[in-house]
């Protein structure tokens, strides 16, 4: 069952109350990690979530360290985090990311792309089920920005997501802004990419901001959202708008007022065609 997120942007520490003051804002984004379990299991939510919560603007948790593209099964007490989160806010689903985050018990500090073969694609999807088990809501996966690609990959980025939602029903997270940082860096085909996807399974989109120098596109959270980014966007959307997007920024916070403008852009973009496909 797809649920209508609408525009969102991720919740940070550092501009709670900023958040709490933009208007028109449909639901947030919080990194799963940034909560204490402890505190989540008594009932105790930041104050702007609990505000947020109140108004009844959605809360979804996003994971960033469970790691479903390792070798080695998930990590139950992580799992366990995830699912309290996900209880305590009462969300419609959780995230995580298509990445492998630790191997023999050492952590990476990144999220490192998975090899795109077959024997892969087993283990991923293995993995995935493991944590739908485990999870009280569904689970959406991200495709990440990735600064290098395997030789032995033996599927493109949309097959590989195609093939794994068709093996595990998982859902997915679309983030154009790493679309378009994989097409700058790795000559990644963004039209066929999205060709290539199960547009009814994608949950929501990301957009974020980067920059671009040296011809490297660095994807930062960290600076405004670009023109080629939202031309990501409404390529999508052109096919098929998600149900919801988000607006990512990590650093580097501009005063709310830019922020509900870049909101705006983004939204101007979404619900333009969301609007058209439902007429």
């Known amino acids: 069952m797809t649920t209508e997120l609408g525009v969102g942007i ?15 804002l449909d639901w947030v984004e919080v990194v799963a990690e940034n909560l204490c379990p402890d505190g989540l299991r008594a009932g105790e939510l ?46 419609p689903l959780v995230t995580e990311h298509l990445a492998f985050v630790r191997a023999g018990g050492r952590e990476a500090g990144h999220l490192l792309p998975v090899p795109r073969s077959h024997d892969s694609l087993r283990v991923v999807a293995e993995n995935v089920r493991i944590a739908q088990a485990e999870l009280p809501v569904p689970l959406a996966l991200e495709n990440i920005a990735a600064h290098l690609a395997w030789p032995e990959d033996e599927l493109t980025e949309g097959q590989f997501l195609a093939e794994l939602v068709e093996r595990t029903g998982v859902r997915l997270l679309i983030d154009v802004a790493n679309l378009h940082t994989n097409h700058v860096n790795l000559g990644l085909d963004v039209a066929a990419e999205l060709d290539r996807l199960p547009l009814d399974a994608i949950a929501y989109t990301h957009v974020a901001g980067g920059f671009q120098r040296d011809g490297v596109w660095h994807d930062t959270h960290a600076h405004p959202v670009t023109g080629p980014v939202l031309e990501v966007l409404a390529a999508l959307c052109e096919r098929q708008a998600p149900p919801g997007v988000l607006l990512e920024r990590d650093g580097n916070f501009p005063p709310p007022a830019e922020l509900n403008a870049e909101l705006d852009a983004i939204r101007g973009v979404w619900a333009g065609r969301r609007e058209r496909q439902h007429a």
């Open 46 to 91: 930041p104050v702007s979530l609990r505000v947020l919560r109140e108004r009844g603007v959605t809360v979804v948790p996003h994971g960033v360290s469970l790691g479903l593209g390792g070798a080695a099964e998930p990590d139950r007490a992580r799992l366990a985090r995830l699912a309290t989160c996900a209880e305590a806010l009462g969300s």
């Open 10 to 24: 991720g919740w940070r520490a550092e501009i709670d109350t900023a958040v709490e003051r933009l208007p028109g």
